[in-house]
């Protein structure tokens, strides 16, 4: 009990010694607007991104491991889910500290690199397909809760007069992902069925007596 309280003390004078003065936008200096479009951007890639993985992971994942079953894969979105939550809180308690969001938004980006090198190569994979799963997705999820501090960025970076049309941009990027990204299946899945007709049609075509 003794060491614990010690190491908790030894760690809360070395996050205090770290801590920064936040960052304070004067009233007079003008909204960052480059700033705000970029990083809307990159919520918008994020987002996207996200909603194209997760929902095709089951069908991928039953492709792959055909004696997985549904309670496997609500495990798997559990953790991802926990993951993504206690992310968000600690890149929030971070960005706090250190009076800065540039830290999480970069780490959230290394990850989702990271856990998209992970998930495509879990084919190639001869075993540990399914441990592969839930690390790519985990990471995935990290990077989503540690990419949410955009929000934080975009009001950081805006006036108080302008705040609510910032927040609007910020509100937009969730949106925009969310559409583009269920979209993207549904595309994919017409292409590849059309392919797959057309296949079809050409292999009785050829296969027909002449």
């Known amino acids: 009990m003794k060491v614990q309280k010690a190491f908790a003390k030894s760690l809360k004078l070395a996050i205090s010694k770290t801590k920064r003065p936040p960052i304070v936008v004067p009233e007079d200096y003008p909204t960052a607007w480059k700033s705000i479009y970029i990083v809307t951007i990159v919520a918008i890639m994020g987002t996207f991104t996200l909603q194209c993985i997760i929902p095709m992971v089951y069908p991928y994942m039953k492709q792959l491991i055909p004696d997985t079953t549904q309670e496997t894969y609500s495990y798997l979105i559990s953790i991802g889910n926990a993951c993504g939550a206690f992310s968000g809180i ?7 500290r250190f009076g800065s969001t540039t830290g999480a938004l970069i ?51 805006s006036r108080d007069f302008d705040r609510p049309k910032a927040m609007g941009w910020a509100a937009l990027a969730g949106s925009v992902g ?7 299946p549904y595309i994919h899945n017409i292409a590849y069925f059309r392919s797959v007709e057309n296949l079809r049609r050409t292999a009785s075509i050829h296969s027909s007596p002449q």
């Not at 495509?120 to 997705?137: P, R, Y």
């Open 90 to 96: 600690i890149a929030g308690f971070l960005s706090n």
């Open 107 to 157: 780490f959230s980006k290394v990850l989702a690199i990271a856990a998209g090198i992970v998930y495509f190569f879990i084919e190639s994979f001869s075993t540990g397909k399914l441990v592969a799963f839930f690390v790519s997705v985990g990471l995935f999820e990290i990077s989503s809760g540690a990419h949410t501090q955009y929000k934080t960025h975009i009001a950081m970076a």
């Open 178 to 184: 969310l559409i583009l990204g269920q979209w993207n």
